[in-house]
C-alpha cells in the first residue's frame, strides 16, 4: 500500500523559509516523477513544483514560485523536498504531495505576521 507523509508545516512570518518533506513508503520511489500541490481556502488545488525520476531529476515550478522554492529528492530516503523561501501570505495553503494516483494527507503552512 503506497503512503505518502507529508511534514514541516507551520506558522511562519512573511519573509521566512521552511522545508516540506514528504516520505514514500510501499512504491519503487526513484521511478516516479514527484509533485507538490498546494490548495488554499476557496481555490483549487494548483500544481507547485515537479521533479522528474532519476537521479539528476529535471525541475519545474509555477511562475507564482519560481526564484523562492526549490524541490529536491533523495531517492536513497524516498523523500521528496519542498524548501520555501521568501514566504509570502499568499501562499498559505495546504501543501500535498503527488505521486502518479497517489496523495499524501497534507500539510498546513501559514504566512502571517
Known amino acids: 500500500q503506497v503512503q505518502l507523509a507529508e511534514s514541516g508545516g507551520g506558522l511562519v512570518q512573511p519573509g521566512g523559509s521552511l522545508r516540506l518533506s514528504c516520505a514514500a513508503s510501499g512504491m519503487i520511489f526513484s521511478i516516479y516523477d514527484m509533485n507538490w500541490y498546494r490548495q488554499a481556502p476557496g481555490k483549487q488545488r494548483e500544481l507547485v513544483a515537479t521533479?522528474?525520476?532519476?537521479?539528476?531529476?529535471?525541475?519545474n515550478y509555477a511562475d507564482s514560485v519560481k526564484g523562492r522554492f526549490t524541490i529536491s529528492r533523495d531517492n536513497a530516503k524516498s523523500t521528496v523536498y519542498l524548501q520555501m523561501n521568501s514566504l509570502k501570505p499568499e501562499d498559505t495553503a495546504v501543501y500535498y504531495c503527488?505521486?502518479?494516483?497517489?496523495w499524501g494527507q497534507g500539510t498546513q503552512v501559514t504566512v502571517s505576521s
Open positions: 503527488k505521486a502518479r494516483n497517489w
Open positions: 521533479i522528474t525520476s532519476g537521479g539528476g531529476g529535471s525541475t
